[in-house]
T-cell receptor, first 116, second 115 residues
Framework: AQSVAQPEDQVNVAEGNPLTVKCTYS??????LFWYVQYPNRGLQFLLK??????LVKGSYGFEAEFNKSQTSFHLKKPSALVSDSALYFC??????????????FGKGTRLHILP | GAVVSQHPSRVICKSGTSVKIECRSL??????MFWYRQFPKQSLMLMAT?????????EQGVEKDKFLINHASLTLSTLTVTSAHPEDSSFYIC???????????FGEGSWLTVV
């Protein structure tokens, strides 16, 4: 069965330090991987995606993520955290090989707190 | 960039009435749109997949007669909560798949409160 795991409910990072939000996945076939951010009482904003090509993907607001096929991971990273990065982050996966085409599966979310 | 608009952002309705939420893709045509429900401090629960010109595909456990989905055009999908009850109160989010790049863009969400 396809799944996405975000093992941390919450991550606390001091402002200016590097941050990592973890994501691992299980899907048959080639994965399409996404990161979204949700601010309080708002919808989800697209940050970045991996479809194919370079394993290191750069996205919005200085975020990047590295696709690691052997570890089935797609961790979100940023070299220097800002207080404004505090939000809820969702990892998601879809695959053209899924039985239900177009279906996207979300992780449970990781709340990121950047401490001033 | 691609934008998905959702309206209304907040709505309050009385128990037993119906309420409609609209989801529009503003700068691309979306053959597929998705409707999610999010409970406080939880992840998104996929309710249904809306395909233009055909019936929506509902996830297991979602009442299709209660949550009516209509994808009448390539830029508009609607979710109608019929005979609303207080337990239907939630944050509803729509999304649309862009035709190029396979990226899914989300609306801002709609807060529904049933009193």
């Amino acid at each position: 069965a396809q799944s996405v795991a975000q093992p941390e409910d919450q991550v606390n990072v001091a402002e200016g330090n590097p941050l990592t939000v973890k994501c691992t996945y299980s899907v048959s076939g080639n994965p399409y991987l996404f990161w979204y951010v949700q601010y309080p009482n708002r919808g989800l904003q697209f940050l970045l995606k991996y479809i194919t090509g370079d394993n290191l993907v750069k996205g919005s607001y200085g975020f990047e993520a590295e696709f690691n096929k052997s570890q089935t991971s797609f961790h979100l990273k940023k070299p220097s955290a800002l207080v404004s990065d505090s939000a809820l982050y969702f990892c998601a996966v879809s695959s053209p090989d899924m039985n239900r085409d177009d279906k996207i599966i979300f992780g449970k979310g990781t709340r990121l707190h950047i401490l001033p | 960039g691609a934008v998905v608009s959702q309206h209304p952002s907040r709505v309050i309705c009385k128990s037993g009435t119906s309420v409609k939420i609209e989801c529009r893709s503003l700068d691309f045509q979306a053959t597929t749109m998705f409707w999610y429900r999010q409970f406080p401090k939880q992840s998104l629960m996929l309710m249904a997949t809306s395909n233009e010109g055909s019936k929506a595909t509902y996830e297991q456990g979602v009442e299709k007669d209660k949550f009516l989905i209509n994808h009448a055009s390539l830029t508009l999908s609607t979710l109608t909560v019929t005979s609303a009850h207080p337990e239907d109160s939630s944050f509803y989010i729509c999304s649309a798949r862009a035709p190029v790049g396979n990226t899914i863009y989300f609306g801002e969400g709609s807060w529904l409160t049933v009193v």
